[in-house]
């Protein structure tokens, strides 16, 4: 199907692949059918995207509890395991099968072709490959396809990285946007001028780069400023094994239609209109081993349904608001943690962060700031406290740790990336 079919021809692809993910649940899914069983759902009589409002939704508390309940195939077709996070909780497994490895090499295949991807370009993949990552053997996976160059860095060691770019000439990075600050950090420190060697773009993956008008945030500009390289957010997740990506207008993620049906939903899981924050819930199309029905995400941002510039019709994703899970309420202030994230990015004061929010004795939540101040002056110390109550009329409170401390803090064992949020409230999980 081509990136610029008519909304109509799209929308009837999206209901023939719909009927054949009823049939697949409901003959083969346990979770799915005990649903339909208990909701008195006839499946034939779901024939569009609208009649999806029919159908209750699921959530990341459904996966965890009856994790192997979702699971459509016998184990013996199984090929992959990946598993989420765990940011939210425990973490959930999902179970690959050789056509599900295929669907997820085309989506990742079009993600890179979306971000301008060429064959004779040369990925430096800055991201774990192991540990039932499924994003890195995605990327790896959709760059084969694509006849591109791959070298499999692995995440960290600045100084590795900056030695690998200049002795192979990557034209491309695939990083974490925090971790290419530390990497121009280093080049800084090493006298190393990023703009003389081969890399001229960057997929920025796992934070935001902009803000919902799509003008880069912090992050981005921080970027930019120090390394004159284009960068291309993208967005996805383990369980929906689809990815939205920019392309070169950097005006939101774009949908795929033939893989997923995106839905952004209300509190009372009404449609919202376009422009309006809503709970992503989406479909999975031609999943085999764990296929999802209107799974929730917890993930808040808007769609835009205008044509974009470079000529896909495909909705396009904002970037992410916050999870529904980690909005903070303090006192009186809502906070989602990637707003506080731009804020102490925005602050020369501190070099590096981890907020952790909690429950007070009266059960509200409070937050503490754990920051590697740029000196321990007390100067210092009243610029940060002066900007953090300009900027979130309200106080945080403020613990000042070491470059070590604040290593183990975000590096704990076994996790996969940064930890930058940690939620201790009670029935909330640990996460970033």
């Given at each position: 199907?081509?990136?610029?079919t ?6 009837l ?94 989506n990742?295949?079009?993600s ?76 800084k ?78 509190e ?20 085999e ?70 429950s ?10 754990h ?28 613990s ?33």
């Amino acid at each position: 199907m081509s990136i610029t079919t008519a909304p109509d021809k799209v929308k009837l692809m999206q209901e023939q692949k719909l009927q054949e993910l009823l049939q697949h649940i409901s003959k083969n899914s346990p979770f799915y059918k005990e649903l339909f069983a208990q909701h008195g759902i006839d499946i034939n009589a779901i024939k569009t995207i609208e009649d999806l409002a029919l159908i209750p939704t699921t959530g990341k508390e459904d996966l965890q509890k009856r994790n192997n309940d979702f699971l459509c195939v016998p184990k013996d077709q199984v090929i992959e395991y990946a598993s989420t996070s765990g940011t939210l909780g425990s973490p959930v497994t999902i179970a690959l099968t050789e056509n599900d490895l295929n669907r997820l090499t085309l989506n990742e295949y079009n993600s890179f072709v979306c971000a301008d991807g060429q064959p004779n370009d040369i990925y430096q993949l800055m991201l774990t490959l192991d540990r039932q990552f499924m994003a890195g053997i995605a990327y790896y996976s959709g760059l084969r396809k694509l006849g591109a160059g791959i070298i499999r860095l692995g995440p960290g060691v600045p100084s590795l990285q900056l030695e690998t770019i200049q002795r192979l000439n990557p034209t491309a990075i695939v990083a974490v946007p925090s971790f290419i600050l530390k990497l121009i950090q280093a080049a800084k420190d090493h006298n190393i001028d990023l703009n003389q060697t081969s890399v001229k773009k960057a997929i920025c993956i796992g934070e935001n780069i902009r803000n919902t008008d799509f003008s880069l945030n912090i992050l981005g500009k921080k970027i930019t400023e120090a390394w004159d390289i284009k960068l291309y957010s993208t967005y996805a997740s383990t369980e929906m094994q689809t990815a939205f990506t920019e392309c070169s207008h950097g005006r939101g993620g774009h949908l795929q239609p033939e893989l997923v049906i995106a839905e952004l939903l209300d509190e009372d899981n009404n449609l919202v209109p376009a422009n309006t924050p809503g709970e992503l819930t989406i479909t999975t199309l031609g999943v085999e081993g764990m296929p999802l029905l209107r799974y929730k995400t917890g993930d808040i941002c808007m769609y835009f349904n205008e044509p974009c510039a470079c000529g896909r019709t495909s909705l396009r994703l904002s970037p992410i608001i916050g999870r529904k899970k980690q909005m903070i309420k303090f006192k009186g202030t809502t906070l989602y943690p990637p707003a506080m994230f731009d804020l102490l990015n925005e602050m020369e004061e501190v070099l590096d962060y981890v907020i952790e929010v909690y429950s007070n004795d009266i059960g509200m939540d409070e937050v503490l700031l754990h920051l590697l101040p740029l000196d321990d002056s007390k100067a210092c110390d009243n610029r940060i406290r002066a900007y953090l109550q300009a900027r979130l009329r309200v106080s945080p409170h403020v613990s000042y740790i070491t470059a070590e401390q604040i290593q183990k803090m975000q590096f704990p064992e076994a996790v996969r990336k940064a930890v930058k949020f940690i939620d201790k409230r009670v029935n909330q999980s640990e996460g970033n």
